[in-house]
Structures are given as C-alpha cells and as structure tokens.
C-alpha cells in the first residue's frame, strides 16, 4: 500500500478537531482511532462511493429522535438516498463475511477488509443456503454473492431495496473499525480530501 500524502494527514486533523465536539465519550475514542488510521495507514484512491444514482443523505450518523418522535436512539450509519433498484457497490476491497435477511436492517452484508467492517442494509433479494453455503441472492438484479467470497472495491453487491426496518429506498451504510462503529461521513470527507489532493498534483501543467 502506498503511504498517503501530508494533504490527507491536514485533513485527518481536521476530522479529529471535529469530532471532539459533541460525540459522546467511547464514539469519540473509537472515532479517533479510526481517524488515525485514515490519516497515517490508508490510501482512499481506490475506494468507492458505496452507491450509484445517489441522491442525498437523509439521515446521519449519531443519536437522532426515534421514528415514534418520544425518545432519542442512536443511528450506526449514514442513510444514502437512492432510486429503489440502484446499485450498491463495495467501498473497499474486502471478504463477505455476512450476509442476512431477518433484522431490522433487513437484506444485508457485511464486509471486512482489514480492520474496517462495512454493512449495506435493506438490500433487494434475500438469503438462500446451497452446497452448504450461504447466499445472498438477487436475481433480477443479477446478483449471487457467497459468504467467504472476495471482493474488489467498487464490485456491485446488491441493490437498494425496502426491506427490514425503512420508510424510503435508501442505502444505511455502517461501518466498524476494531469493532467500534464509526461515522462513514469522516471517511467520505477523508476519500474526498486525498481525490482533491491527487486531482491538483496530476493536474498540475508540465
Ligand atoms: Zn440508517
């Protein structure tokens, strides 16, 4: 892997400086990690927006008021709006370790590359078991995806659906690292970040 740039450590700070507001004490902590290791181990360059025909975010990351409007509960994601049937694409090189059709995030996968787990919910399709196997299968879509299998950053996984606990078509994408949920939004900003910064260097006139 190539190290990354000073731009994307700037940027890195900056995300920490940001967080440290008014997260609460553990997210904060497992934020910060993940920042560090966004700002000094990775390079974002190959990594994917996890959705196509994305229209906007509709609900972010954090504690939020529940949909019955009487209490706060804490959101694990970032919800991407989409037109049902667009296609969901892997953020990153990884393994599926997970795939599932009976929780609140309703048709689902979960992959792992490295530290980073990223979980797509309320996918079309559902979950068959074959050749003692489990898949995620969505035919119309063309998509049969094992657990176990690989996959290259940017591979179509799933489609945006309705299922599980959701009032729109929208993709809620989550993320882990070491096990703490973490705000997908730090490491869109930090992909955005070292695109600007690679975008400058390569335009740069002879
Ligand atoms: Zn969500």
Redesign the pocket.
Known sequence: MIRIGQALLIAGLGLAGFVASDWPQETARAQEVATNQVATGSTWQGASFPVENFQAYT?AFGYRQSPSGYSQEF?H???LAAPEGSYIRSWWNGTVVEVSDDSACGTSVVVQSGEWEHIY?HMQGHVETANGGRYLVDREGGIQMREGQQLAAGTRLGRVGMTGRTTGP?L?WGMKYSGQWVDPALVLRAMYAQQRAGHSVSSRPN
Request: glycine share 12%.
């Open positions: 609900s959101h994601g970032l919800d919910c929208h809620h």
